[in-house]
């Protein structure tokens, strides 16, 4: 396909002010639409409803350079809900870090942008995940590395509500608590929904931020579609180094959020929009373009 650049940024006057978590969130859903039409994907709740939390990280917190990805002092980026991986790629692309154009082989033979987030090849991922379960012990170790080098860089890992189920998740969290790793911010995608049903009748995680209080974390919780309220949570996160106690921010966000027909449909946990139902969420996006 010849021109994805032009076809997802058509309609902006120039290129797209990234530096707004507003315009980069809407950019995520719509190169995420995308990417999943053209790869025959799914996924694409998961990466419509942490869309605004990327967009903050990528935007407004994070430390981080595209023209020098690996460099020492950045700030560490893990998304153990890798399933939601294209999101993730969408912001990388859109802020430097490799060109818009490279979304296109998103799952393609041979490409280096996996279905699951991956790091071999890509430019600002630091660790593939998609087992879930695994980012928080992965982000734990490297906070108590950064820790006992003395360095000032964070890390982030953003976690699914489901992946919650994980006794590994808790593990983590007591290992975080125990050695005061307190520039490790976890942010958790809370829409409710995992697999094929709620997390409610899954496997209920409430008093949710009580348990992450009783495994000795700072918490907080906000409205995960609300870029200011995301941004000043993050902030006040990043203000705690110091405190001895990690930070944990829970994001109440809806499954599919952007599209009518995908918000709280589990079906779109695994669904690939196509046709019809790919013309109409191109629509409702296109509607609400910053």
């Given at each position: 396909m010849e021109g994805y650049e032009a076809l997802v940024h058509s309609g902006f006057e120039g290129q797209p002010d990234v530096r707004d978590p507003r315009v980069l969130a809407w950019l995520?859903?719509?190169?995420?639409?995308?990417?999943?039409?053209?790869?025959?994907?799914?996924?694409?709740g998961s990466v419509f409803s942490v869309a605004e939390i990327i967009a903050v990280l990528y935007a407004r917190v994070l430390n981080?350079?595209?023209?020098?990805?690996?460099?020492?002092?950045?700030?560490?980026?893990?998304?153990?809900?890798?399933?939601?991986?294209?999101?993730?790629?969408a912001a990388l692309a859109e802020t430097g870090f490799f060109p818009v154009e490279q979304l296109k082989t998103h799952y393609a033979n041979g490409s280096i942008l996996s279905g699951h987030v991956s790091h071999k090849g890509v430019p600002g991922v630091e660790v593939s995940t998609g087992a879930l379960?695994?980012?928080?012990?992965?982000?734990?170790?490297?906070?108590?590395?950064?820790?006992?080098?003395?360095?000032?860089?964070?890390?982030?890992v953003v976690l699914g509500d489901g992946e919650c189920d994980e006794?590994?998740?808790?593990?983590?969290?007591?290992?975080?608590a125990q050695y005061g790793l307190d520039r490790l911010i976890a942010v958790v995608d809370y829409n409710h929904m995992q697999s094929l049903t709620t997390v409610e009748k899954t496997?209920?995680?409430?008093?949710?931020?009580?348990?992450?209080?009783?495994?000795?974390?700072?918490?907080?919780?906000?409205?995960?579609?609300?870029?200011?309220?995301?941004?000043?949570?993050?902030?006040?996160?990043?203000?705690?180094?110091?405190?001895g106690r990690p930070s944990v921010i829970?994001?109440?966000?809806?499954?599919?959020?952007?599209?009518?027909?995908?918000?709280?449909?589990?079906?779109?946990?695994?669904?690939?929009?196509?046709?019809?139902?790919?013309?109409?969420?191109?629509?409702?996006?296109?509607?609400?373009?910053?």
């Open positions: 995520i859903r719509r190169n995420g639409l995308e990417m999943a039409r053209l790869s025959h994907g799914s996924h694409i981080v350079d595209p023209r020098n990805p690996r460099k020492p002092d950045r700030d560490r980026l893990i998304l153990s809900k890798g399933h939601a991986g294209s999101a993730v790629y379960g695994h980012g928080l012990g992965i982000g734990a170790g490297m906070a108590l590395g950064a820790k006992m080098d003395g360095a000032t860089w964070r890390t982030w006794g590994s998740v808790w593990e983590a969290a007591l290992q975080a496997l209920r995680l409430e008093p949710f931020e009580q348990k992450w209080k009783d495994f000795g974390w700072h918490t907080e919780s906000v409205d995960g579609h609300d870029t200011a309220a995301l941004e000043a949570a993050f902030g006040r996160a990043k203000e705690r180094a110091g405190s829970l994001a109440h966000t809806v499954k599919g959020r952007g599209v009518s027909f995908m918000e709280n449909d589990i079906l779109w946990h695994y669904r690939t929009p196509q046709g019809e139902e790919y013309e109409a969420a191109l629509k409702e996006l296109e509607a609400q373009r910053p």
